[in-house]
């Protein structure tokens, strides 16, 4: 049996608050266990609004982290705009702060999402863009929802090519 003790603080559904911009939709996510305890599944949807320079859409995402046979934990995401993203993850010796770091691809930036508990969780993503420094994204601050269902406010700006997610938490 794999040991997923640090991941339990993580199940279940999350709210946040942050900032972002342009554009605002809703969504919302969640970390289940699925194939027996075997694999951890995030699972993340946004709705857009239409805008003056968009049409209404959704944006869907799904990350399946999973534990290699020598203990680490690695991660693949994938969304409807195509990206696909390799992660190694690891967490802090304290198990306060949880980190997914991009794989290096050539001729893609090196995104990393990193968690902090801290009561809640705070949450920060960024990105490198080739040798230059991290451009953080988002910062923001997940909580448990009140209520079942999940609202959130996103943004979405276009960097070098590819899209960048800016979030904006709302419930």
């Not at 266990?33 to 799904?62: C, M, T, V, W």
């Not at 993503?125 to 909580?143: D, G, Q, V």
Request: hydrophobic residues 30%; positive net charge.
């Amino acid at each position: 049996m794999t040991n997923w003790d640090d991941w339990q603080y993580y199940l279940g559904e999350w709210i946040g608050e942050g900032t972002g911009e342009p554009g605002e939709g809703v969504g919302g996510f969640r970390f289940d266990f699925d194939l027996q305890g075997q694999i951890l599944i995030r699972r993340n949807f946004a709705e857009y609004p239409p805008s003056a320079e968009k049409a209404a859409y959704r944006h869907d995402d799904l990350m399946i982290i999973y534990r290699e046979t020598e203990g680490t934990f690695r991660a693949m995401y994938w969304d409807n705009e195509g990206h696909v993203i390799h992660y190694t993850v690891e967490f802090s010796k304290d198990k306060n702060t949880l980190t997914f770091i991009g794989d290096v691809q050539p001729s893609a930036p090196r995104f990393r999402f990193t968690y902090q508990k801290r009561g809640a969780i705070h949450c920060a993503f960024s990105l490198r863009l080739r040798r230059r420094a991290n451009l953080r994204i988002s910062r923001l601050t997940l909580k448990r929802p009140r209520k079942e269902r999940l609202k959130c406010r996103y943004a979405w700006g276009g960097n070098h090519g590819h899209t960048c997610c800016i979030i904006k938490w709302k419930y």
